[in-house]
């Protein structure tokens, strides 16, 4: 095992834990990867997309603090969240999910 990811600029304990539900075990791994494959497998792993974690990630693999990012920095980095959002499969659905599908609570459009 590599340098904890806590070591990181930015990353504290829960994003540790994210990246480890994620497979990705040690600092060395997070920056082999890169942020927008390494945020691409948060995603698979179930986490929940948000663009904050997304940059903040950018930003600790270039040893800055979350808060230097700039707006022109942001209007890329949207770009580049926005792409691997659309790209994620959508997370495995509950049993209750799937349960209320099947009896017709839910709207199977996922419109309701």
Not at 28 to 40: C, K
Not at 77 to 87: E, N, P, Q, V
Not at 95 to 108: K, N, Q, S, T
Request: glycine letters at 8%; one cysteine or more; a neutral charge.
């Amino acid at each position: 095992m590599g340098t904890p990811i806590s070591t990181l600029r930015n990353m504290g304990p829960a994003m540790e834990t994210a990246f480890a539900r994620a497979g990705i075990d040690s600092a060395e791994a997070l920056r082999d990867l890169g942020t927008d494959a390494a945020y691409a497998r948060l995603l698979a792993s179930g986490e929940r997309p948000h663009f904050i974690p997304f940059y903040v990630i950018e930003m600790a693999l270039q040893g800055r603090p979350w808060n230097d990012c700039t707006k022109e920095e942001k209007a890329t980095l949207r770009l580049r969240f926005d792409r691997i959002k659309a790209s994620a499969a959508p997370p495995p659905r509950s049993e209750l999910e799937a349960f209320l599908d099947r009896i017709g609570v839910r709207d199977p459009r996922g419109t309701g």
